[in-house]
Structures are given as C-alpha cells and as structure tokens.
C-alpha cells in the first residue's frame, strides 16, 4: 500500500535527498500508546475505528521521489517479543508513549531501554514522543525524558516531543527532526 501524504510533510521532506531510497522506521510502544493512530495521521487515515494491532502494521509513504517503509508493530506484551525479528535494516525508531498513563512508566522504561541494549538498533536515532499530551495530568517531556533515563543515552542521536497523533499537534516537529537525522 503507498500512502501519499498531506502538503504539509511533502515540504519537510523537500532538501532531504540525501535519504537513502526506502528507509525503514519502526514505530513501537506499549499498547495503547497510540502508534496506530500516529501511523493513520502521517497517511492521513481515519482514526475513529482503531483497534489495537494485533501484529504489524506496514505502510509505505511515497512523497517527493521519496519512500518511507514504516512498520507499526503491535505493543501487546506476548507480543513485543516479536519485535527484535524487524529490527533488521532499520534506520529510525520511534518510540511512543502514552503520556497519559503514569501507572505504566515503569514498563514502558523496560520497553524502552530493552531496545537501546539490542545490537542490531545499535546508533539508530530514536524519536520518542509523549502522546496524548492534550489530555489533563499527563507527563511533560522533562518527566518522560526522567523516566524513561534519556539523558544517559550515548552513541546515538535521540529527541522527545510531546504530542497527539489524534490531533497531529507536535507530530510534524518530530518527524521534521527524524529526517533531518536520516538525511546525515
């Protein structure tokens, strides 16, 4: 499936040639952190049915003369041991986080630094984001960066944003930021 993007990411992407042709991003998170509804944004879906990924969610988005391979694979616990077999030829990661749900930080950091530790996402830049940042009481980025031990990652590029893939609020900035770090 190629997925064209709206106007708004075909500029970003504009100065950008020197991305290699398809690169390949991964987004991951716990489930219900809202990595589908961040992936249906970026190809401008609908997001009032979205059910939890059950397994991978791959989508194509071709926008000026460049084609993103994303990969939206499914946070589900029995399922996250899975991952490590798309971890191959990835050049991105994005990590999402549900900003709104103190109760699993702790989880979410082993999550998280279980996929800092894996040989194969060795120096891959990672773009986190703090999702559902328009909802009351959630997390600020210094909070999450804190939690989530961000400040001690070395030998890689990483950036946080606070976010709403339901809104698109903040997702431009950080998409802004991951092809700038593809593009080096």
């Not at 082993?110 to 120096?123: A, G, N, T, V, Y």
């Amino acid at each position: 499936i190629i997925i064209y993007i709206k106007m708004s990411l075909i500029e970003l992407l504009k100065g950008y040639n020197k991305l290699k042709p398809e690169p390949n991003i991964l987004i991951l998170g716990l489930d219900n952190a809202g990595k589908t509804t961040l992936l249906n944004y970026l190809t401008h879906e609908d997001n009032k049915n979205t059910k939890p990924t059950p397994g991978v969610n791959a989508k194509s988005i071709q926008c000026g003369g460049i084609k993103l391979n994303v990969y939206d694979l499914g946070g589900q616990k029995a399922i996250r041991e899975y991952w490590k077999y798309y971890y191959e030829k990835v050049d991105a990661l994005i990590y999402v986080v549900d900003a709104s749900d103190e109760g699993r930080i702790d989880e979410c950091n082993d999550s998280f630094q279980s996929l800092l530790k894996d040989e194969k996402l060795d120096k891959v830049p990672v773009l986190a984001y703090g999702n559902k940042a328009d909802l009351p009481n959630c997390l600020g980025p210094d909070e999450i960066i804190e939690k989530l031990k961000m400040n001690d990652i070395t030998g890689r590029d990483w950036s946080l944003y606070a976010c709403s893939a339901l809104k698109g609020t903040g997702v431009k900035d950080g998409i802004k930021w991951i092809l700038e770090k593809l593009s080096q």
